[in-house]
């Protein structure tokens, strides 16, 4: 069957064949996939030749989002049957360490981790793949239009559980207790600045604002982008950070209240990612998600950075990747996301092709571009 995805030492994206999957074990899954959504990972593996294929072989199959339906399960399986949409997480833990062993492969503590469609695995772009019951998770049925979002929304789920995990230590920000972090309404007398505004932004901005929280959104488009757009319909403020340094940025938001509870980096843009650090409020938590692929030398007073660190209680952490844990947060919200802000995911795809078209999905000349779904095969 027709695959897509990188060779071992070539420039490009390129289709080739690779045979069905077949149910070896038990535990196994067939699943005919439906639609792959594309992100930066993907432009930036064939933007930088980062083709990592498993040992062995000299192809990998792309895509890491996916949404499709059960084809078959083995005689194990339990929590899926044949005919059920379903969404499959991303890395397969290395066997070793406790947190994988424990199906949080996102935390592994080796590093031997594989992942589908980016690291030694092969992904989704292709007609039918087989996994683990333990990777696959079951989609309700009216959710199968979304449902190719899980996987950002995982990733965004797991940053907002980091802050919520992080900022426990802080039960009393305000006067009122429902706004503990531990509780539905954690996000009220807070705010936050999300620095960029693709599809991990403006998923950000989304959980972020249901919690109640304030929110800027930082980024470098012009004022009649979609995503400013979709910025504002969430009730967010946009800040067009081009020709703003970042303390201008951030004084927008000081303005307006006084602190920045949280700042959630979603675009991989380090001089400003780093610069941003000297903004971070007493006792706030800073997430980073973007992932640079250049090098990029900086200059920093670390003697101020340690000194500010400490003195106000600062935490910035990082969060990779997400588990079934987070890939189930975000099938519990993704409808509402949907819901509350008129159709947004549907508007964030911006550009669909056909899975035969693949060479044009990996084009990517839109400046009004936020999310690409390759349609695989229709829905029944
Ligand atoms: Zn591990
Ligand atoms: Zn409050």
């Given amino acids: 069957m027709l695959a897509v995805g990188m060779l071992r030492g070539k420039e490009g994206v390129h289709s080739f064949d690779v045979p069905v999957p077949e149910i070896k074990q038990p535990d196994e899954v067939l699943v005919g996939v439906k639609q792959v959504g594309l992100d930066g990972t993907d432009f930036n593996m064939l933007r930088h ?70 690291h030694r695995l092969d992904g989704f772009l292709t007609r039918f793949v087989a996994d683990r019951e333990q990777y696959i998770l079951k989609v309700p049925p009216r959710l199968r239009d979304l449902a190719v979002f899980s996987e950002p929304l995982s990733i965004v789920e797991k940053g907002i559980e980091q802050i919520k995990l992080i900022q426990s230590r802080l039960p009393w920000t305000c006067s009122h207790p429902e706004h503990d972090f531990q509780s539905g309404d954690w996000g009220g007398c807070k705010t936050a600045l999300v620095v960029g505004a693709g599809p991990l932004g403006l998923l950000a901005t989304a959980l972020l604002r249901f919690a109640g929280t304030k929110t800027y959104v930082a980024d470098i488009v012009s004022e009649d982008s979609p995503k400013v757009h979709m910025v504002r319909h969430m009730d967010a403020i946009y800040i067009d950070a081009r020709d703003r340094t970042p303390a201008e ?94 159709g947004m995911l549907g508007e964030m795809v911006t550009n669909r092709f056909q899975l035969e078209n693949y060479e044009q999905a990996f084009i990517l000349d839109d400046p009004n571009h936020i999310k690409t779904v390759i349609d695989v095969e229709p829905w029944d």
């Fill in 249 to 342: 940025i951030v004084g927008r938001c000081f303005q307006a209240g006084g602190l920045i509870d949280i700042i959630f980096e979603a675009a991989g843009a380090v001089a400003t990612a780093i610069e941003l650090i000297n903004y971070m409020s007493r006792s706030s938590i800073y997430v980073m998600t973007g992932i640079p692929r250049k090098e990029m030398m900086l200059q920093v007073d670390g003697a101020q950075l340690v000194r500010q660190l400490v003195r106000y209680n600062q935490v910035i952490v990082g969060s990779v990747n997400s588990n079934r844990s987070h890939f189930q947060m975000a099938l519990d919200d993704i409808g509402e996301v949907d819901a509350r802000f008129d």
């Fill in 49 to 118: 030749q980062l083709q990592d294929p498993a040992e062995g072989r000299d192809e990998v199959v792309m895509g890491h989002e996916m949404v499709g339906v059960v084809e078959e399960t083995g005689s194990a399986v339990t929590s899926l049957a044949s005919g059920d949409v379903a969404v499959m997480t991303v890395r397969r833990g290395c066997g070793i360490c406790h947190p994988c062993l424990h199906n949080q492969s996102d935390m592994c503590m080796t590093g031997l981790y594989t992942e589908r469609g980016i």
